[in-house]
């Protein structure tokens, strides 16, 4: 099983950057999609990227040309780059290690804990 770990959340200024990383710790790592999702107060969790295996990425239309997915196989890490920053994207962004089924054996989707990034003025 694998287990997530994000971090490089904090407060930051509208245009601002921060890179956030996930570390995975386990088994297939490099065979799993990754995402980042986020979750803004009173609303509904939503995707912002993710990332294959072959390393294909998907943005959230919100945040093309501002945030870049990455990952690191070697380091078993995903990383959030984000430029540009806005007021609405402040939220809780958690890493996501998507599920598979390997040999018969079901290994499932997990979640980070969540790391928290405030966009203020």
């Known amino acids: 099983q694998v287990q997530l770990v994000e971090s490089g959340g904090g407060l930051v200024q509208p245009g601002g950057s921060l890179r956030l990383s996930c570390a995975a710790s386990g088994r297939f790592f490099s065979i799993r999609t990754m995402g980042w999702y986020r979750q803004a107060p009173g609303k509904e969790r939503e995707l912002v990227a993710s990332?294959?295996?072959?390393?294909?990425?998907n943005y959230a239309d919100s945040v093309k040309g501002r945030f870049t997915i990455s990952r690191d196989n070697a380091k078993n890490t995903v990383y959030l780059q984000m430029n540009t920053l806005k007021p609405e994207d402040t939220a809780v962004y958690y890493c996501n290690s998507g599920g598979l089924t390997l040999n018969s054996r079901r290994y499932p989707e997990l979640w980070g804990q969540g790391t928290l990034v405030t966009v203020s003025s």
């Open positions: 990332i294959t295996s072959s390393a294909s990425t």
